[in-house]
Nanobody, 123 residues
Framework: QVQLQESGPGLVKPSQTLSLTCTVSGGSITTNLYAWSWIRQPPGKGLEWMGVIAYDGSTYYSPSLKSRTSISRDTSKNQFSLQLSSVTPEDTAVYYC???????????????WGPGTQVTVSS
């Protein structure tokens, strides 16, 4: 059973870079069984897919966030990370890491989720 856990600061100042890490257990991020994504949910809004890193390290991003988003991985720690630059209060959200059996932009396609971590952007 794949398990995911997000970690990172809960408070980020405007214009800074948000950095989160997802630690994966029960499955390797380098096997071609899963794709690994970041998904967020702003207060009062729906889930928003941000981007994905595939088993081979290739990445794909939401067009609306592509200019500010980077997803990377540390295979030695079985972790993947999110960086979102130039944040504003509109980036305040619960951030989730999730896994699916195929690359998808639809949150409904994701089988495994971390518990989520609240990130607030405020000075």
């Amino acid at each position: 059973q794949v398990q995911l856990q997000e970690s990172g600061p809960g408070l980020v100042k405007p214009s800074q870079t948000l950095s989160l890490t997802c630690t994966v257990s029960g499955g390797s991020i380098t096997t071609n069984l899963y794709a690994w994504s970041w998904i967020r949910q702003p207060p009062g809004k729906g889930l928003e897919w941000m981007g994905v890193i595939a088993y081979d390290g290739s990445t794909y991003y939401s067009p609306s966030l592509k200019s500010r988003t980077s997803i990377s991985r540390d295979t030695s720690k079985n972790q993947f990370s999110l960086q979102l630059s130039s944040v504003t209060p509109e980036d305040t959200a619960v951030y989730y890491c999730a896994a699916s059996s195929a690359i998808s932009v639809r949150p409904d396609d994701y089988d495994y989720w971390g518990p989520g971590t609240q990130v607030t952007v405020s000075s």
